[in-house]
C-alpha cells in the first residue's frame, strides 16, 4: 500500500513539474519537510514522565524539553528524523544523574514538540534556542538528522559554548536526505530540480553546500563519529572522510548495528568519551 501511495505521489510531482514547475517545488519541499510523527506511547510515558518538562518557543511553536539529574556536567540529546527522546532511554539511564544533568529535546514536529515541518535549519534554530534556555551544555550527542542539524547550529553560531559532539550515524550531506525522498517517490530531474530551487528561494543557499565538512571550520569542539559499515541511511565512506578533515575528533566504526546503533557497547563509548575524552576501541 505504502508503495502505491509513494508512486501515485511521485507521479503527481513529476506531472506537475512539467506544467508548473515552481508549484512543484513548493509542494514537493513541502512533502519532504512534513515528518510522519511518531506516537508517544504508554511505556515511553513511563520513562519520560519522571523527567521535568519544559516548553521552549522556537520559530513560532513549542519544543519539548525534558531534564533529568541535578549534576554540574550538563548533556543534550538529540533524536533523528520520524523519532522521538524516548530512543534516548539505555543512554540517559547510563549517567549518574548526581554527576550530570541530562536534557532531551523532541525535534520540531516531532514527540510533543510543535510544528508541522522540519529540516536541518529548522532544528538547528530549535537547538539554538534551547542551548540559550539551559545556558550551556558541554556535550551534545546526536542520531542521524539531529546530529547533522546540531552540526549545522554550531557552525552557524559559533558562540555557543559546546565542548563536545558526538554524531551517532548522522548523514554528512543534506543531498542524502533529498536524494533518499527523490528515490521513494520516483522522482524524475525536473521534479528534483523544483524542490532544490524552492529550497534556495527560501534559504538563499544551494542545498548542495550542506555538508558536515563544511562546518567544522567553525567548530572548535571536540568530536566522536560514531558509524557503521552496513548503515543503510547515512554513509559510512563520508564518515570516514569527516573524521580525516575533523583532526578533533575521534571515528569509531562498527559493524552489524546498523543505523540506530543500538549497543551497550555504544554507551561505554559515549561514556568514555563524556567523561574523559578517550574512547577505547
Known sequence: MKKIIYKSVGTYLNTLASIHSERAGKRGYKLFCSPVRTKVKPHHYDFLAPAKYKAIHSQGHPIQLYKWGSGDRHVLFLHGWQSHTFRWKKYIQAFPMDEYTIYGMDAPAHGLSGGNMVNAIIYAEAITD????????????????????????????????????????????????????????????????????????????????????????????????????????????????LSQEWHNSIFIPTEGLGHKLYSDQIVRHLLDFVESDHVSI
Open 130 to 241: 534551547v542551548l540559550s534556555e539551559i545556558s550551556h551544555a558541554e556535550t551534545i550527542i546526536g542520531h542521524s538528522f539531529g546530529g547533522f542539524s546540531a552540526m549545522y547550529a554550531l557552525h552557524k553560531h559559533p558562540y555557543l559554548s559546546v565542548q563536545k559532539v558526538a554524531l551517532l550515524g548522522t548523514p554528512g550531506k543534506a543531498t542524502e536526505f533529498f536524494d533518499t525522498g527523490k528515490k521513494l517517490l520516483g522522482l524524475k530531474s525536473k521534479a528534483d530540480q523544483a524542490i532544490r530551487q524552492h529550497f534556495f528561494k527560501l534559504y538563499g543557499q544551494d542545498i548542495n553546500d550542506f555538508e558536515t565538512i563544511n562546518f567544522i571550520d567553525n567548530i572548535d569542539a571536540k568530536g566522536l563519529i560514531i558509524h557503521d559499515k552496513n548503515d543503510r541511511e547515512a554513509d559510512f565512506e563520508y564518515a570516514t572522510k
